[in-house]
């Protein structure tokens, strides 16, 4: 079965700091690319990050750029992992991990796509007060 879970999110003040995790199974999810995306309210999902599945490459939007990191570590149940840094009031969103199927995706125009993703988790919320 199938299980992309997210954890982490919750209420933030601005300037502050969250980590999200992402425990990815029931695949060979070592060998997939991962990435995160959110959504505001009455926004479409957008792309933040990607990393690929050796963690050799990542990929990150312009407005998170130099705040927040991903991180992965392949294991029996890989974790993937969003260090979110200085977040800010319009970083508030639900924020979905997801798994690309290899190899379909080798550059940022694949990767910040949603509909090349394959998996998907639930969802965690992360609220940044002003």
């Known amino acids: 079965q199938v299980q992309l879970v997210e954890s982490g999110g919750g209420l933030v003040q601005a300037g502050g700091s969250l980590r999200l995790s992402c425990a990815a199974s029931g695949r060979t999810f070592s060998s997939y690319a991962m990435g995160w995306f959110r959504q505001a309210p009455g926004s479409e999902r957008e792309f933040v990050s990607a990393?690929?599945?050796?963690?050799?490459?990542?990929?990150y939007a312009d407005s998170v750029k130099g705040r927040f990191t991903i991180s992965r570590v392949n294991a029996l149940v890989t974790m993937v992992y969003l260090h979110m840094n200085s977040l800010k009031p319009e970083d508030t969103a639900v924020y979905y991990c997801?798994?690309?199927?290899?190899?379909?995706?080798?550059?940022?125009?694949?990767?910040?796509?949603?509909?090349?993703?394959?998996?998907w988790g639930q969802g965690t919320q992360v609220t940044v007060s002003s």
């Open positions: 997801a798994a690309v199927i290899p190899p379909k995706c080798s550059s940022y125009g694949c990767y910040s796509r949603s509909d090349k993703y394959d998996y």
């Open positions: 990393i690929t599945w050796s963690g050799s490459s990542t990929y």
